[in-house]
């Protein structure tokens, strides 16, 4: 996690947050995970996985109504997108 906050620090990316939204899930870190994934989604709204990582983060965190938004906004993205449809 510490190069991944480096990067941001540095870039501030979308990819980035969204690379250390996911290591920050895999951490057990969901609140930290839906704050960088509504970072990504912030900076590349029409990128889809960016909603379907926040998603899951939520979902996971039990918050099913914003996860189905974010599912249902990553799917009009790209519908054929197999990370939601496997959620």
Do not use: Q
């Not at 990819?15 to 939204?21: A, D, E, S, T």
């Not at 920050?24 to 889809?48: I, K, S």
């Not at 799917?75 to 997108?81: Q, Y």
């Amino acid at each position: 996690l510490l190069d991944l906050d480096a990067a941001v620090a540095l870039m501030g990316e979308p990819g980035v947050y969204l690379r250390r939204g996911v290591a920050r899930a895999r951490a057990g870190d969901l609140p930290g995970a839906d704050a960088d994934f509504t970072r990504a989604v912030d900076r590349a709204p029409d990128h889809p996985a960016g909603y379907a990582h926040r998603g899951e983060a939520r979902h996971r965190r039990g918050n099913l109504p914003a996860a189905l938004d974010d599912y249902a906004a990553a799917l009009a993205l790209a519908p054929d997108f197999t990370d939601v449809l496997l959620a």
